[in-house]
């Protein structure tokens, strides 16, 4: 694996930029899910050779997955605009992997599920072995002729604000407005890619994906015209199927931590990006911990260790109840729009709309952490919006957990994708 430079732009490659950006570009400006298109920084950080790739991929995906990398990937740390939850403009980042002998098969966006961990934003990814999404992202879609870029998401990476966690909704213009930076970069470091455009993403990023879906079917312009799109394991319902997950009953110290893991970034997200009070939401010493944990970045599993070591002193018995204020509580059970946080989640339910393009649900049968009810709903409504051009596959195997499933869902996407470029 090799290192590389930053780039900077002779005056031939800023007038190719130019002109593919215009060409390509403009009729979509206008619109409200994409921002004007600006690319303010470009470094290569890794070259990712054949023989690695081939290694890893049968490492992460098995020897019998079928796909093999025929040249080398290059990836890049691209900076661009956005806007943020405040619908200022901002500058976030990315990662580009580009094959090096082109892309025919066109550009995927792949969303990266959840991480309070500004280190794991795949923009830090350096081409390393490590079973991260974004190396799974890579191996998979790099290998088999297509560039991927990976938003950072707001609040990640380098991006000041803090992580509006998990709303879709807001995230998924960073997937957008991701669109004409990375075609501009590829054109600047002259590989060609296809004019195809795939979305896909796991976990987080696979309602982050359900919506960049819907706001590219929303937006005028060939840049942003969509091939197909395949949301992996997602929170699509989070008003109701996640609702009911949070507060339900469980007996284990695992599912409880896992609950209260997602529950405090949410709420602290909703702190830091709409002003409410943690207090009136946990209980003091919850509270109180949950604003040291994530106020500044941190590994996910030291944020946990110290939500778990909160809840133990608070003797909550594995219980949410008793981590929430009564208030609080009772919204969440009785699902009272009325409260900011549940009328969020709300907002954010990602699945009722109608998909003109080819789309794939995929999830794990057994998940514990995004319960299959969520796919469920989602297949059910957007089956009977749109018909047979959404499909579903669910992956049986009672060894995986929601972590081990990502690996076999992105294949799966993959395999798609494919499909669907042969029809």
């Known amino acids: 694996m090799k290192r590389s430079r930053v780039f900077s732009m002779r005056p031939t490659a800023l007038l190719a930029s130019v002109l593919f950006s215009v060409f390509f570009a403009t009729a979509a400006f206008s619109q409200p899910s994409a921002t004007q298109a600006s690319l303010s920084g470009l470094r290569q950080t890794a070259t990712v050779e054949p023989s690695e790739l081939n290694g890893r991929i049968d490492a992460v995906f098995g020897p019998n997955s079928g796909i093999k990398a025929g040249s080398s990937v290059r990836l890049f740390r691209i900076d661009y605009s956005s806007l943020n939850y405040s619908g200022k403009m901002v500058v976030v980042n990315g990662l580009l992997a580009l094959p090096a002998n082109g892309a025919p098969n066109g550009l995927v966006i792949f969303n990266h599920g959840t991480t309070a961990d500004r280190d794991r934003s795949p923009s830090r990814y350096k081409g390393q072995g490590d079973f991260s999404e974004s190396e799974m992202a890579m191996l998979a879609f790099a290998s088999g002729g297509y560039a991927v870029a990976m938003p950072d998401y707001l609040g990640l990476g380098d991006e000041k604000g803090f992580h509006p966690y998990p709303l879709g909704e807001v995230n998924s213009r960073t997937a957008v407005d991701m669109i004409v930076p990375a075609r501009i970069a590829a054109a600047r470091m002259n590989i060609r890619v296809g004019r195809d455009l795939f979305v896909t993403g796991y976990s987080e990023g696979g309602a982050v994906a359900m919506w960049t879906a819907r706001r590219l079917e929303e937006t005028t312009g060939p840049m942003y015209r969509l091939t197909a799109s395949a949301p992996l394991s997602g929170p699509y319902d989070l008003s ?104 969020e989640m709300a907002k954010n339910d990602a699945y009722d709309w109608t998909p003109s393009k080819p789309m794939l649900l995929v999830n794990l049968e057994t998940d514990a952490i995004v319960d299959g009810g969520n796919s469920d709903v989602a297949y059910r409504v957007l089956r009977r919006n749109a018909g047979s051009i959404v499909e579903r596959f669910v992956i049986k195997n009672p060894e995986l957990d929601h972590m081990t499933a990502s690996a076999p869902a992105i294949l799966r996407a993959r395999m798609f994708f494919d499909g669907v470029r042969a029809r």
């Open 240 to 343: 109701e199927t996640m609702r009911k997950w949070l507060v339900a009953e469980n007996t284990s110290q695992e599912g409880f931590i896992g609950r209260l893991y997602l529950l405090s970034y949410m709420l602290y997200s909703l702190h830091k990006n709409r002003g409410i009070k943690l207090t009136n939401y946990f209980e003091p010493a919850m509270a109180l911990t949950v604003s040291q944990a994530f106020n500044r970045n941190r590994e996910d599993k030291t944020i946990i260790t110290r939500l778990a070591i909160a809840a133990g002193l608070m003797k909550a018995g594995n219980s949410i109840e008793n981590v929430l204020t009564p208030r609080f509580y009772k919204a969440l059970k009785e699902k009272d729009l009325v409260d900011p946080v549940v009328a």
